[in-house]
């Protein structure tokens, strides 16, 4: 059974910085796209930024690009999303998925 464990976000003021990680079991990473989305009360939820495991070519919303970074370590078959230069508008649940599973979704509240 593939499971994804998410942990890290919270609450942090603007400007600063927060790691999620997407941890996967029951299946390979070798192979396979890892995403972040994000949902916003009242807005729907929106793809952050995703990475190929094999190649490590990643894409961003132009929302965050130059903001936050994706990467992966294959040996833990774990995603990573940084997240530096938070602004309010990032406030928001993320979640983490592969294939079509998904993360339990973590809180991360921007705010001063």
């Known amino acids: 059974q593939v499971q994804l464990v998410q942990s890290g976000g919270g609450l942090v003021q603007p400007g600063g910085s927060l790691r999620l990680s997407c941890s996967v079991s029951g299946s390979t990473f070798s192979s396979g796209v890892m995403s972040w989305y994000r949902q916003a009360p009242g807005k729907e939820r929106e793809l952050v930024a995703s990475i190929t495991t094999a190649s490590g070519n990643a894409n961003y919303a132009d929302s965050v690009k130059g903001r936050f970074t994706i990467s992966k370590d294959n040996a833990k078959k774990t995603g990573y999303l940084e997240m530096n230069s938070l602004k309010l508008e990032d406030t928001a649940v993320y979640y983490c998925?592969?294939?079509?599973?998904w993360g339990q979704g973590t809180q991360v509240t921007v705010s001063s």
């Open positions: 998925s592969w294939w079509h599973f």
